[in-house]
């Protein structure tokens, strides 16, 4: 009787249990809205009369707000500033629309100052993570950025990209007082030196993938010709030189070849060169013209523009195989292509009916949309983390950098260098 | 055995107090025995002085005397007054007379030492008479003390017994009384407790009966309310894609075919309380922003009002549900 009882029990307990499993109701949310994440950067509370010379968590804001995922509250707004997180009252600022803050204090120390910051997700009033850096007093930015990264990181599961640099190419001056620069800045445009200056074109700057060296094309032998530049020492290395075109160098990722395009054998066509031992390889051969070659991520193949059907499209070469495979269909011009670093996507100059515009392609979909409304944007360059896009365009009929969110949905303009500026190319992480 | 001692002793006391009693006992009894004999003798001369003449005064002072020290010397007189026999008639008379007194006197001091001597044996007799009824006293004293003691030990013991005796019968009443009543209180408690249960069987019966109507018309309403509440809730997946809606921000890192879900926890005031990431779509701003969706919710009134409508559907259905972010037309 007993044992009937229990067996019974067990089973109406499993009946239920089931029955719950099966019952457990399910919505499915299929809809959402495109929004930003909304964070409040709190400016910083600073324990010192004398004043700082950057404003750190200006800095913080401006870049995360450049990655085009967060939406900044401005300072205006803040009803307090908390620098400790009992004094943060999270009611408000959850009824100020935040999803995140970030507070943070520093005080001077002998040789620079300490920064202790705090992130904290206001809808479940939880602290995602706080840190204490110590760091001397000149590398106010490096600290700025770092810590966006890592808020980045927090937040969005990716690598943040802040603490990157760029380097592009400056034009000023006319005729004879005509002046090239390379010059490398920060991510954010902060902070540009000068690593070449010439009286002569520079054009197409590369990083290697260990963010060691540059390649560039100068023409400051009144000849095209490729040269590789450690960023360290400063120290340039002229390779070997062909006729005719030398140019548009790319590293592969182990930083032993350059892919580049000459056009010693008659048109323009993709080579390979051995940086070691200056053997050569010749990817394409069409009468066309094929150039600005990029690699993929995997090394495996190399992207480059080719007019051969008629109009400038970009095609992928297998290395091994030579094997040649058109990407882009949409449109009558698409070049200068670059890859993001899960090769999943696409960036290139596109034309339409406007101008010439920055456009991406999902290369797993082939859909392309265009994410740039001006009209003579070029030279695209991809953030290592794939969040944004650098890009050179005419703002008021002189050339600047701009960035546009991978997704389409923030434009900014870099602060403005002296003369024009083009041929951004954004470096790989730097560890 | 610790008695024992004491017991000695005490035999001890009584034995010298009896000897000490006897001495000074017997010492009297020796006084006592020479005081008569003076006694006697002293009221044996006054007699003598008050029958004898006045010439015989000096004489009879001797014989007063004579007797007193030593009976020869009484025969001394005797012969003093047979000398003066002869003198003459009168004095013959007198001499017959006199022997006659002398007779008489002997006689009667013979009746007298007769009687002395019945007296003394008299004495003798009730002194060894006293003696022996001292002694029998004494005996019987002992005796009697002995007895006593004994009496009064074997009393003691009888007390003690009687005592112990009464003690015991005393606990035993007592334990007896307690045992009844325990007997008692257990079975007034079991009657109490029959009773109580006779009675709680009797009110769980009707309460049973109570309940067993509430529970039919609980029932009958918690299946109307249900019903209801079924009816409401036929449109709460709708509406809480509605409510979701606004507030799932879906990050730009989002792909077609992304999927995350969550377990979400409400009050019966419809309140949010805990949402749990049951299954990741691998992409972290994703999986946090489906979290946020909820939690940006906070509540859903019409949840609230099926909870109050019924409480058991709402408990069945929606206090814990799942939600599934799946965005669609995404632009990747």
Request: charged share 30%.
């Amino acid at each position: 009787m007993v044992k009937w009882n229990i067996k019974n029990l067990c089973l109406v307990l499993l009946t239920l249990m089931c029955v719950n499993a099966n019952a457990e109701l399910l919505v499915e949310i299929t809809e959402g809205v495109d929004q930003p994440t909304n964070i409040a950067v709190v400016p910083f509370g600073w324990n010192s009369d004398s004043p700082l010379v950057e404003d750190i968590s200006a800095i913080i804001a401006n870049d995360l707000s450049r990655s085009g995922m967060f939406k900044l509250m401005s300072k205006e707004n803040m009803l307090s500033s908390p620098a400790t997180q009992d004094q943060i009252f999270f009611r408000d600022w959850r009824i100020s629309g935040n999803d995140f803050m970030l507070i943070g204090s520093m005080k001077p120390t002998g040789a620079g100052l300490i920064a202790t910051v705090e992130l904290f997700d206001i809808l479940t009033e939880k602290k995602i993570w706080s840190q204490t850096i110590e760091s001397s007093n000149n590398d106010l930015r490096d600290i700025a950025h770092y810590i966006a990264d890592e808020v980045f990181q927090k937040i969005t599961g990716i690598r943040g990209a802040f603490s990157t640099k760029v380097v592009y190419v400056t034009v000023e001056g006319l005729g004879a007082a005509r002046k090239y620069r390379l010059q490398m800045a920060d991510a954010d445009g902060a902070r540009p030196r000068t690593i070449l200056s010439s009286n002569e074109p520079i054009l197409s700057p590369t990083w290697s993938r260990d963010g060691k060296k540059l390649a560039y094309v100068s023409f400051e032998t009144t000849k095209p010709s490729i040269y590789i530049q450690h960023l360290a020492t400063g120290k340039r290395q002229k390779i070997q030189s062909f006729k005719g075109i030398n140019g548009a160098p790319a590293w592969d990722p182990s930083g032993n070849r350059l892919a580049l395009v000459l056009s010693k054998d008659g048109n323009p066509e993709i080579y390979i060169l051995d940086l070691t031992s200056g053997n050569l390889q010749r990817l394409t051969r069409h009468f066309g013209i094929d150039t600005e070659p990029t690699w993929s991520a995997d090394g495996q193949s190399i992207l480059f523009t080719s007019d051969r059907a008629g109009k400038p499209q970009i095609y992928r070469v297998e290395i091994a195989s030579g094997a040649i495979t058109r990407l882009t269909y949409k449109g009558n011009y698409n070049s200068r292509g670059r890859i993001t670093q899960d090769g999943r996507f696409l960036t290139m100059v596109h034309r339409d009916e406007n101008g010439f515009h920055i456009a991406v392609q999902d290369l797993t979909t082939d859909r392309l949309d265009i994410l740039t409304n001006s009209r003579d944007d070029e030279s695209p360059t991809i953030a290592p983390n794939g969040v944004v896009v650098m890009y050179a365009t005419k703002k008021n009929g002189k050339g600047v950098l701009a960035g546009v969110s991978l997704d389409g949905k923030i434009k900014f303009t870099m602060p403005n260098a002296s003369g024009d500026v083009r041929e951004p190319a954004w470096s790989p992480f730097l560890d | 055995m610790s008695y024992i001692l004491p017991v000695i002793f005490a035999v001890a006391l009584h034995a010298m107090l009896a000897f000490s009693f006897l001495y000074t006992q017997f010492m009297q009894l020796q006084q006592s025995r020479q005081m008569p004999r003076h006694i006697q003798a002293q009221m044996y001369d006054i007699k003598a002085l008050s029958t004898a003449t006045k010439k015989a005064e000096t004489k009879a002072k001797d014989v007063e005397l004579a007797p007193e020290k030593t009976p020869p010397k009484s025969d001394e007189v005797e012969k003093v007054v047979e000398e003066k026999k002869p003198d003459n008639q009168q004095l013959k008379d007198q001499q017959a007379a006199l022997q006659e007194q002398q007779k008489q006197r002997e006689v009667e001091k013979e009746k007298k030492a007769l009687e002395r001597k019945k007296e003394q044996d008299k004495l003798k007799d009730e002194l060894a008479k006293k003696e022996a009824d001292a002694k029998k006293q004494q005996e019987i004293e002992s005796k009697r003390k002995l007895a006593a003691k004994d009496k009064a030990e074997r009393e003691k013991a009888e007390q003690e017994k009687q005592r112990k005796a009464e003690q015991a019968k005393k606990e035993q009443q007592k334990l007896a009384a307690q045992k009844k009543a325990e007997q008692d209180k257990k079975r007034k408690e079991e009657q109490a407790a029959k009773k109580k249960a006779a009675d709680k069987k009797r009110q769980l019966a009707e309460k049973a009966r109570l309940k067993a109507l509430e529970k039919q018309m609980a029932e009958e309403e918690q299946f109307a309310a249900e019903q209801i509440a079924k009816e409401m809730a036929s449109g709460v997946d709708g509406y809480i894609k509605r409510m979701l809606k606004g507030n799932f921000h879906i990050p730009t890192t989002a792909r077609n075919g992304i999927n995350a879900m969550v377990r979400i926890k409400l009050l019966p005031s419809g309140r949010v309380v805990a949402v749990e990431l049951i299954q990741s779509s691998g992409n972290a701003a994703f999986d946090r922003a489906a979290e946020q969706a909820v939690w940006r919710t906070e509540s859903f009134p019409k949840v609230a009002d099926i909870a109050r409508t019924s409480p058991a559907y709402f408990n069945r259905e929606l206090r814990t549900f799942k939600m599934s972010f799946k965005p669609e037309e995404l632009r990747w």
